[in-house]
């Protein structure tokens, strides 16, 4: 069984940054991807971003790119999330989660259409809260 524990959320102001880590942990952990979604007040959980775990290719939502970077450290079972120039719309519990049938990651590409049912494996949440 694998365990997901993330960590680094916060208070930041806008336009900071905040890194969330991610630490796994379960007998054999070989997951396809490793991604992270969010979830707000009211509303329904939404992907941010994920990463290939065998060569690290790595896909955005559209609300993230340019702002966040997702990685992944193999030899630690580590994911990342560095988040940059913060908005106060990024303010949601942040889930990280893992890809352990292929549903995200497959044939050297990720699905079209990520959801988090694609996932089977989730963390309880960090909070990400930023000030205007």
């Known amino acids: 069984q694998v365990q997901l524990v993330e960590s680094g959320g916060g208070l930041v102001q806008a336009g900071g940054s905040l890194r969330l880590s991610c630490a796994a942990s379960?007998?054999?952990?070989?997951?396809?991807?490793m991604g992270w979604f969010r979830q707000a007040p009211g509303k329904e959980r939404e992907f941010v971003a994920a990463?290939?775990?065998?060569?690290?290719?790595?896909v955005y939502a559209d609300s993230v790119k340019g702002r966040f970077t997702i990685s992944r450290d193999n030899a630690k079972n580590t994911v990342y999330l560095q988040m940059n120039s913060l908005k106060p719309e990024d303010t949601a519990l942040y889930y990280c989660?893992?890809?352990?049938?292929?549903?995200?990651?497959?044939?050297?590409?990720?699905?079209?259409?990520?959801?988090?049912?694609?996932?089977?494996?989730w963390g309880q949440g960090t909070q990400v809260t930023v000030s205007s």
């Open positions: 990463v290939s775990w065998s060569d690290g290719s790595t």
């Open positions: 989660t893992a890809d352990l049938s292929g549903r995200v990651w497959r044939w050297g590409r990720f699905s079209r259409d990520i959801s988090s049912g694609d996932f089977s494996s």
């Open positions: 379960g007998r054999t952990f070989n997951p396809y991807a």
